[in-house]
């Protein structure tokens, strides 16, 4: 992994007032038909992928000391004016999937879930917001 600038967000923050706060979860509930709550070891981080940032193939973390179950990992794009590409495996066909992920775009993945990987950044920026969700 080769990230350039990852900054963890305040607490009191406006950004974890939004993504942390009753509508926004509420909201994703819905989508993911399932209940969560704020990561009780992961904070919200901040990061900037410049020239040659990237992240390598992985899969999303798993909690085993605290919770025996996959966390939900949310990626915000904020602006992505460059020319990496998210790419992940679909773990039933092996079929190789990818996307350039747009400004004020998200990726919902599961811990444990999807193989994936972010390209290295050959020119441009992409800046994103990172947050991370138990599963109740």
Known sequence: M????TIVVYKNSYINTI???DKFINYLCGILGFRIKPSVNLPIEFRIYEKDGKMDWHRDYIDNVVRNCPQIEI???????????TLWIDDNTNEKHEIITKNNSIIITQGNGAYHMVTPVTTGFR???KIAYDIL
Do not use: P
């Open 19 to 21: 993504f942390y706060g």
């Open 127 to 129: 800046s994103i917001i």
């Open 2 to 5: 080769l990230l350039k600038k």
């Open 75 to 85: 990626v915000f794009t904020l602006e992505n004016t460059s020319d990496s590409k």
